[in-house]
């Protein structure tokens, strides 16, 4: 019976000194090592032997954590006073540094944010600390990843949650943005309404230059189509006149009809209403020319105007026009 006794407690104490022999540290942990009370190794993941009793594991989180930083209110450089907050995320590098370097790690962090952030803050306008968020996370999260450097831990981001300035100063901000909205609004209309004139005296312009080409157009067209018509005109008077002229010469006309002729012309200047009329200067050929109409009334004195007509009617028409087919003939 003692023996049975005496196994037992031998079995119990291998299992109390197994059990607190072996640990188990998970991936995303490592193990700090003291023995008695003294650092010894820093242990990976995994199944681990320590010396039980005089050996104690002291189990760190490797992976990435969140502070989350409580509102209050910070004075900007222009006294207004506005309630922000900020999360914090982190890492830790070095597990004996977090350890044994910083007690209380997440009430250090929380103090060393909101002490920061009222600083960079403080140095900044509403309307700055309002449009500069990116700014306002990149300089946090550099001062506090120096500060922390020491505690073993890394900064990896800030993020601002939330600036909310007092009620009044947001009343404000709406009738400023309002006001500026409405700005925009009326010289976008302005603009809108400039550049429809332009567009229109534009088309008008264009409208009026294409009409005043027409017009110069259809005007060119005009005087050609009349200049064509002109010399059509003329060219075809010249012809007839050229024809007429060689009917003439062609007909071999006497001096006796030249003469009768050019009293004939004579008779139709005369026959007016002027009292004057002015004779050409070729005098003498028209004295030449009476001469020989005496000469003419000289040898035949027995005839009478009726017979001279009759007379002359029966001359040989050698002074008439001949058409082509006779001339040619």
């Known amino acids: 019976m003692e023996a049975v006794v005496a196994l037992g407690f031998v079995a119990f104490v291998l299992i109390v000194f197994v059990a607190n022999a072996l640990k188990i540290i998970l991936p995303y942990q490592k193990g700090?090592?003291?023995?008695?009370?003294?650092?010894?190794?820093?242990?990976?993941?995994?199944?681990?032997?320590?010396?039980?009793?005089?050996?104690?594991?002291?189990?760190?989180?490797?992976?990435?954590?969140?502070?989350?930083?409580?509102?209050?209110?910070?004075?900007?450089?222009?006294?207004?006073?506005?309630?922000?907050?900020?999360?914090?995320?982190?890492?830790?590098?070095?597990?004996?540094?977090?350890?044994?370097?910083?007690?209380?790690?997440?009430?250090?962090?929380?103090?060393?944010?909101?002490?920061?952030?009222?600083?960079?803050?403080?140095?900044?306008?509403?309307?700055?600390?309002?449009?500069?968020?990116?700014l306002i996370n990149t300089r946090l999260r550099e001062i506090l990843d120096d500060a922390t450097d020491r505690w073993g831990v890394r900064i990896v981001r800030v993020e601002i949650q939330r600036i909310e300035p007092p009620n009044d100063v947001m009343d404000a901000m709406h009738r400023q943005m309002k006001a500026e909205r409405d700005r925009r609004a009326m010289v976008l209309e302005a603009a809108g309404q400039r550049e429809a004139a332009i567009k229109i005296a534009e088309g008008q312009k264009q409208a009026a230059i294409l009409e005043a080409e027409g017009e110069a157009l259809a005007i060119e067209k005009v005087a050609e189509a009349e200049r064509f018509k002109l010399t059509t005109v003329a060219n075809g008077e010249a012809e007839a006149v050229l024809k007429v002229y060689e009917a003439i010469h062609n007909g071999n006309p006497t001096q006796d009809l030249i003469t009768i002729k050019y009293l004939e012309t004579l008779t139709k200047m005369a026959d007016g209403q002027a009292t004057k009329i002015f004779l050409p200067f070729e005098a003498s050929a028209l004295l030449g020319g009476l001469g020989g109409i005496a000469e003419i009334l000289q040898d035949r004195p027995a005839l009478s105007g009726k017979a001279l007509k009759e007379a002359k009617d029966a001359e040989p028409p050698k002074y008439q026009r001949k058409s082509p087919e006779e001339t040619e003939a």
């Open 32 to 134: 700090v090592v003291e023995r008695l009370g003294k650092y010894q190794r820093t242990l990976s993941s995994g199944l681990v032997i320590i010396v039980p009793f005089i050996e104690k594991v002291k189990k760190v989180d490797m992976r990435e954590q969140v502070v989350d930083v409580p509102p209050q209110e910070v004075i900007t450089a222009d006294n207004v006073a506005v309630t922000m907050d900020a999360i914090v995320y982190y890492e830790a590098t070095d597990p004996v540094k977090l350890l044994y370097n910083v007690a209380n790690f997440y009430a250090a962090s929380t103090k060393l944010a909101q002490t920061n952030l009222r600083n960079i803050v403080g140095e900044m306008t509403l309307d700055n600390s309002l449009t500069s968020r990116e």
